[in-house]
């Protein structure tokens, strides 16, 4: 079994697992729920766990993710709110980016947010409230605001960083293990592009949240200039003059 090769493999090293920090999660519907034991020690089960910093329960819902991203991002905007007097978009864009935005897009291929996800709409406040605060601007929208800043929206954002992820697997950047993630299909009677990614059948509605699914009609209604570009500079170029087409 796997936990016996890692036992062995941490005997043989002179070292040890800290049995309390291990934790069996029990993925899918209809788990027998089994129990393990690893060195000899039974392994407490648990409905959900964080690893390297994202929350994932035994549903792979990530509604408590977005919200916990959510709290952290707004609780640190509201300190810059209190402690920075100025409003210039000089001071509290560099401060937003730097310190807010980054709880809310790390990580973000494996939990990024959905419509039908309870915790989705707070995701979306932090950088709506820090373009608010920009002095001369109070009085437009969250859209203008954006136009104005030169910036793209989150979900954008999001949409941005899963077609880059998507280039990147195709190209072999992130070696084996993402070659597996996505699958071209060259196909010159296509519309469009002459690269699409082959669509998966899906068994469970919740596969569509997954990075390897949601990415696949994006990907496919890209113009071919942007997916057969010759290196990943090139193609986060072209990805933004049409990026204003896709959402």
């Known amino acids: ?35 393990y034991r690893l060195g000899g020690e039974w392994i407490e089960s648990s409905s ?10 035994e549903k792979l ?9 959510a709290q952290k991002a707004n609780r640190i905007l509201g300190c810059i709110r209190r402690s920075v007097a100025s409003r210039s978009r000089e001071g509290i864009l560099p401060l937003y980016s730097a310190l807010v935005r980054p709880h809310l897009e790390f990580s973000i291929h494996v939990w990024s947010p959905q419509p039908t996800q309870e915790g989705y709409r707070p995701v979306g406040a932090s950088p709506e409230e820090a373009t608010k605060m920009l002095r001369g601007l109070e009085h437009l929208c969250y859209g203008d605001r954006l ?34 993630l996505v699958t071209r299909t060259c196909s010159e009677k296509t519309g469009g592009n002459g690269f699409k990614l082959k669509e998966g059948r899906l068994r469970f509605s919740m596969r569509k949240k997954f990075f390897m699914e949601r990415v696949v009609r994006h990907w496919n209604r890209l113009p071919r200039e942007a997916v057969d570009a010759p290196s990943l500079e090139v193609f986060k170029a072209r990805l933004d003059e049409a990026l204003g087409n896709l959402v």
């Open 1 to 35: 079994r796997d936990l016996d090769r890692l036992q062995r493999w941490a005997t043989a090293n002179l070292m040890e697992f800290n049995k309390a920090k291990c934790k069996v999660l029990h993925l899918g519907w209809g788990n027998p729920k089994h129990k």
């Open 48 to 57: 959900e766990e964080k690893d390297l910093g994202v929350l994932v329960d």
């Open 61 to 69: 819902d990530m509604s408590r993710q977005c919200a916990l991203a």
């Open 147 to 180: 136009r104005e800043l030169g910036l793209f929206s989150l979900e954008k954002r999001r949409l941005r960083g899963d077609l880059i992820a998507a280039f990147n697997c195709l190209e072999g950047a992130y070696e084996k293990a993402g070659g597996r």
